[in-house]
Nanobody, 122 residues
Framework: QVQLVESGGGLVQAGGSLRLSCAAS????????TGWFRQAPGKEREFVAG??????NYGDFVKGRFIIFRDNSKNTVALQMNSLKPEDTAIYYC?????????????????WGQGTQVTVSS
């Protein structure tokens, strides 16, 4: 199993930046995918970004504003979010699953962090 703990959420003005971090522990010796999802009130959980040994993938709405970093030596993954918009306001979750394919459905991820709130004011 993998345990995930997020940090770095908060309140930021539109156009600003935030960096989210996720620390993984447990059985991290096997290849695994780490992803970021978000969920706004009344909306479904949405794929933001994912990274595996094969590369990275992003949700269509990201449009170059976010970058996902992963440090395998520290078992951490970060999401750098730039040019934030009020519509980016949501709870952001770190997720993980074993394998190399970067799935975009939350149903394909077994392990989840507790979430961190991101609020972007206009």
């Amino acid at each position: 199993q993998v345990q995930l703990v997020e940090s770095g959420g908060g309140l930021v003005q539109a156009g600003g930046s935030l960096r989210l971090s996720c620390a993984a522990s447990g059985r991290t010796d096997s290849a695994y995918v780490t992803g970021w999802f978000r969920q706004a009130p009344g909306k479904e959980r949405e794929f933001v970004a994912g990274r595996s040994g094969l590369g990275a993938n992003y949700g269509d709405f990201v449009k170059g504003r976010f970058i996902i970093f992963r440090d395998n030596s520290k078992n951490t993954v970060a999401l750098q979010m730039n040019s934030l918009k009020p519509e980016d306001t949501a709870i952001y979750y770190c997720a993980a699953t074993y394998g190399l394919r970067i799935a975009t459905s939350p149903n394909d991820y077994e392990y989840w962090g507790q979430g961190t709130q991101v609020t972007v004011s206009s």
